[in-house]
């Protein structure tokens, strides 16, 4: 019972009855330990092992191309918990922190940083294979609709370049049902979705560009001016690098709304510039109708209100061109042949059967081709046609109702397509042209009251030049005839033009006596020391307000001039009053103006020499009296009664070329004689 006893105590020192000398009651126990396992007992222990759960979730494929496998919902809340903690008070810790950390914003530099990225990203993307990538569109237009200003430039400048870059050569038309419906390969069906689908996005790109651009010019913040400059700047360039696309009425319409502004800024030179720019290298003819018919509607919409510069747009159109110089009467004209002398080469050996299989090819090929040339050249024609009409009718409504400022260039416009005015017109138009002349008159006698009247410091400003209006209309109304069967016909149409004739010669010495004769528009003038208001603003008494700015008025004088003096069949009288009167005038004009008029004489001398040969021989003279130089009729101011002594004095000029012009018509005089 002891030992039973003995194997229940806890008690591990020895009894005291015992001594130090005995062995101890568990050396039994102790001598085993050898044959213990301890790392079995380790192994066999229950241990915590990590519940691993097997994701049942696709791969997916990034738009960079990367196959990236997803995790379950189930492990992501796992690896959540294990973080943060499994409790209620660590999930509510949680969120306070995430609610503290949204109020964060982004610096504005550094969205603008990642703006630039990821507009470079998705433009490389979209360049390198936009069908592939057609939803990048939409991705740039939300960066877009960004609040900052540079990243709102950043995302129409990036549209722009991918546009211009993968826009096709063709115009895509919309799909209809029939087409829907039919039958299609996979490539063809591909090819059309990327097609719709371009349009679409190019279409809310169009609208955004429009929105945006509405807002220049206006009393707005700087950051809404500078995107509408922007705006503009990408409608100006996809009108010249895209006309042949869609929606190309939507783009002509935002540059056509910034020129009804009367704020003449930058934006609104680019306009001007892009449109005079889209008129002459149009070849088709619709982009120039588009653009004549908003500029004719923006124009009667505000009344005739507009600058100037919108109506000399016109000035640019390619109306006609092909038709515009007249052929030689007496000889035929043939293109000039090459002496280029053509390399031999192999003749190649041919059957038969298989060269008249060419020829049939050949034929059939020529025939493609001239049936092309002829559509395209009809259609052309048409629409240039449609667009004449409606220039001659703006013109038409503006000398109606006699706006002064807009005068100036229509008579330059007529002045330019007046051999394409239809015949039954003209009788019209020259009455028309008689008013303005006659209206003139009355204006420029009435100025030179007011200026005798009033005193230096009460003189108004002049906003309308008289003489110019007169040259235009002159050169109008000759232009009309020249090189149309009506010259042949006038009396048959009674058209009398001995009034334009008559006033340009009473004219003369006004021409001769204008100081501004050689400057246009573009040349710099100082202010008149004389008017205290050109003190005011020197930038606006550099430039003048001739109402046309395309000739100088010495060029429209000879031009004038020309036309009535070099027809053969000009009467003596006439031609020998106008050739004293230009003498008088050479001494007072300018050097390079007084060349031209000496110029224009020698050409006079040889078509009719004859008859003004007595002017520079004192002892046959034909007419008696004396010479009327301020006469109003032509041929009753006595022309051969005088002589044409101021050549003296041109000889004595201190410009050469002037002295030699001189020589050059005495030469033809000594022949003649």
Same mark, same amino acid.
């Given at each position: 019972?002891?030992?039973?006893?003995?194997?229940? =105590?806890?008690?591990?020192?020895?009894?005291?009855?015992?001594?130090?000398?005995?062995?101890?009651?568990?050396?039994?126990?102790?001598?085993?330990?050898?044959?213990?396992?301890?790392?079995?007992?380790?192994?066999?222990?229950?241990?915590?092992?990590?519940?691993?759960?097997?994701?049942?979730?696709l791969?997916?494929?990034?738009?960079?191309g990367?196959?990236?496998?997803?995790?379950?919902?189930?492990s992501?809340?796992?690896?959540?918990?294990?973080?943060?903690?499994?409790?209620?008070?660590?999930?509510?810790?949680?969120q306070?922190?995430?609610?503290?950390? =949204?109020?964060?914003e982004?610096?504005i530099?550094?969205?603008?940083?990642?703006?630039?990225?990821?507009?470079?990203?998705?433009?490389?993307l979209?360049?390198?294979?936009?069908?592939?990538?057609?939803?990048?569109?939409?991705?740039?237009?939300?960066?877009?609709?960004?609040t900052?200003?540079?990243?709102?430039?950043?995302?129409?400048?990036t549209?722009?370049?991918?546009?211009?870059?993968?826009?096709?050569?063709?115009?895509?038309?919309?799909?209809?049902?029939?087409?829907?419906s039919?039958?299609?390969?996979?490539?063809?069906?591909?090819?059309?979705?990327?097609?719709?689908?371009l349009?679409?996005?190019?279409?809310?790109?169009? @609208?955004?560009?429009?929105?945006?651009?509405?807002?220049?010019?206006? +009393?707005?913040?700087?950051?809404?001016?500078?995107?509408?400059?922007?705006?503009?700047?990408?409608?100006c360039?996809?009108?010249?690098a895209?006309?042949?696309?869609?929606?190309?009425?939507?783009?002509?319409?935002?540059?056509?709304?910034?020129? +009804?502004t009367?704020? @003449?800024?930058?934006?609104?030179? @680019?306009?001007?510039?892009?449109?005079?720019?889209?008129?002459?290298?149009?070849?088709d003819?619709?982009?120039?109708?588009?653009?004549?018919?908003?500029l004719?509607?923006?124009?009667?919409? =505000?009344?005739?209100?507009?600058?100037?510069?919108?109506?000399?747009?016109?000035?640019?159109?390619?109306?006609?061109?092909?038709?515009?110089?007249?052929?030689?009467?007496?000889?035929?004209?043939?293109?000039?042949?090459?002496d280029?002398?053509?390399? @031999?080469?192999?003749?190649?050996?041919?059957?038969?059967k298989?060269?008249?299989?060419?020829?049939?090819?050949?034929?059939?090929?020529?025939?493609?081709?001239?049936?092309?040339?002829?559509?395209l050249?009809?259609?052309?024609?048409?629409?240039?046609?449609?667009?004449?009409k409606?220039?001659?009718?703006?013109?038409?409504?503006?000398?109606?109702?006699?706006?002064?400022?807009?005068?100036?260039?229509?008579?330059?416009?007529?002045?330019?397509?007046?051999?394409?005015?239809?015949?039954?017109?003209f009788?019209?138009?020259?009455?028309?042209l008689?008013?303005?002349?006659?209206?003139?008159s009355?204006?420029?006698?009435?100025?030179?009251?007011?200026?005798?009247?009033?005193?230096?410091?009460?003189?108004?400003?002049s906003?309308?030049?008289?003489?110019?209006?007169?040259?235009?209309?002159?050169?109008?109304?000759?232009?009309?005839?020249?090189?149309q069967?009506?010259?042949?016909s006038?009396?048959?149409?009674?058209?009398?033009?001995?009034?334009?004739?008559?006033?340009?010669?009473?004219?003369?010495?006004?021409?001769?006596?204008?100081?501004?004769?050689?400057?246009?528009?573009?040349?710099?003038?100082?202010?008149?020391?004389?008017?205290p208001?050109?003190h005011?603003?020197?930038s606006?008494?550099?430039?003048?307000?001739?109402?046309?700015?395309?000739?100088?008025?010495?060029?429209?004088?000879? =031009?004038?001039?020309?036309?009535?003096?070099?027809?053969?069949?000009?009467?003596?009288?006439?031609?020998?009053a106008?050739?004293?009167?230009?003498?008088?005038?050479?001494?007072?004009?300018?050097?390079k103006?007084?060349?031209?008029?000496?110029?224009?004489?020698?050409?006079v001398?040889?078509?009719?020499?004859?008859?003004?040969?007595?002017?520079?021989?004192?002892?046959?003279?034909?007419?008696?009296?004396?010479?009327?130089?301020?006469?109003?009729?032509?041929?009753?101011?006595?022309?051969?009664?005088?002589?044409?002594?101021?050549?003296?004095?041109?000889?004595?000029?201190?410009?050469?070329?002037?002295?030699?012009?001189?020589?050059?018509?005495?030469?033809?005089?000594?022949?003649?004689?």
């Open positions: 019972m002891a030992v039973a006893r003995a194997s229940k =105590r806890r008690r591990i020192s020895p009894p005291e009855s015992l001594s130090s000398t005995e062995p101890l009651a568990h050396d039994g126990h102790v001598s085993k330990a050898s044959g213990w396992n301890l790392e079995q007992q380790y192994e066999q222990r229950p241990r915590e092992q990590k519940k691993v759960s097997e994701s049942t979730r791969p997916i494929k990034t738009a960079e990367r196959i990236e496998r997803l995790a379950s919902p189930e992501e809340q796992e690896t959540v918990d294990s973080l943060f903690g499994s409790g209620d008070e660590d999930a509510s810790d949680t306070e922190t995430e609610a503290e950390e =949204r109020p964060v982004i610096p530099l550094q969205q603008i940083i990642e703006a630039k990225e990821e507009l470079a990203r998705i433009g490389t979209l360049s390198e294979n936009p069908e592939e990538h057609i939803g990048g569109f939409r991705k740039i237009a939300e960066i877009g609709t960004s900052n200003a540079t990243v709102k430039k950043l995302a129409l400048a549209q722009l370049a991918v546009y211009k870059d993968i826009i096709p050569g063709y115009r895509i038309r919309p799909l209809g049902e029939l087409d829907s039919e039958k299609v390969s996979k490539e063809v069906r591909k090819l059309r979705s990327f097609e719709q689908a349009v679409t996005n190019y279409q809310n790109y169009i @609208k955004e560009v429009a929105k945006c651009a509405k807002a220049s010019g206006e +009393s707005s913040s700087e950051d809404r001016a500078s995107i509408a400059t922007v705006a503009i700047s990408c409608a360039t996809l009108l010249l895209v006309p042949h696309f869609n929606f190309r009425s939507e783009l002509i319409k935002i540059l056509v709304d910034k020129l +009804s009367r704020i @003449k800024d930058g934006d609104f030179s @680019k306009c001007l510039e892009i449109l005079e720019k889209l008129f002459r290298e149009d070849d003819g619709n982009p120039s109708l588009d653009g004549v018919t908003q004719s509607k923006l124009i009667k919409a =505000r009344d005739y209100r507009i600058d100037e510069s919108v109506l000399n747009t016109f000035l640019h159109l390619r109306l006609l061109s092909e038709f515009s110089s007249r052929g030689s009467q007496n000889r035929i004209d043939k293109p000039a042949s090459t280029v002398k053509k390399a @031999k080469f192999k003749k190649e050996f041919r059957t038969k298989y060269r008249k299989i060419l020829k049939e090819r050949k034929a059939v090929e020529k025939e493609f081709k001239e049936a092309d040339a002829i559509v050249h009809e259609e052309r024609d048409r629409l240039q046609a449609e667009t004449l409606i220039v001659f009718v703006t013109y038409f409504r503006i000398l109606k109702t006699r706006v002064p400022n807009l005068t100036g260039a229509v008579l330059e416009g007529l002045a330019k397509y007046a051999h394409l005015i239809n015949q039954d017109f009788g019209d138009l020259l009455e028309t008689k008013d303005l002349i006659s209206s003139a009355f204006e420029d006698s009435t100025q030179q009251t007011e200026e005798d009247t009033l005193d230096t410091s009460e003189k108004p400003a906003q309308h030049d008289p003489l110019r209006s007169t040259l235009l209309s002159t050169t109008t109304a000759f232009t009309l005839l020249e090189g069967d009506a010259a042949r006038a009396s048959a149409l009674h058209l009398d033009l001995s009034f334009f004739t008559t006033h340009l010669y009473k004219t003369l010495h006004s021409f001769a006596l204008n100081s501004d004769i050689e400057l246009s528009s573009k040349s710099l003038r100082l202010p008149d020391p004389h008017d208001s050109s005011h603003n020197l606006e008494s550099i430039t003048t307000n001739n109402k046309v700015n395309l000739k100088t008025p010495s060029v429209l004088l000879l =031009r004038a001039l020309s036309s009535i003096l070099l027809p053969r069949s000009v009467p003596p009288l006439r031609v020998a106008f050739v004293k009167q230009l003498h008088i005038c050479s001494l007072q004009l300018p050097e103006s007084a060349q031209a008029v000496l110029g224009l004489l020698h050409q001398m040889k078509v009719h020499g004859r008859k003004v040969a007595p002017l520079w021989n004192t002892e046959e003279r034909k007419g008696d009296g004396v010479f009327d130089a301020l006469r109003g009729d032509v041929e009753g101011s006595n022309p051969f009664a005088s002589t044409v002594w101021e050549g003296e004095l041109l000889r004595c000029h201190y410009v050469p070329a002037v002295r030699e012009g001189l020589k050059g018509i005495d030469r033809l005089v000594r022949e003649i004689k």
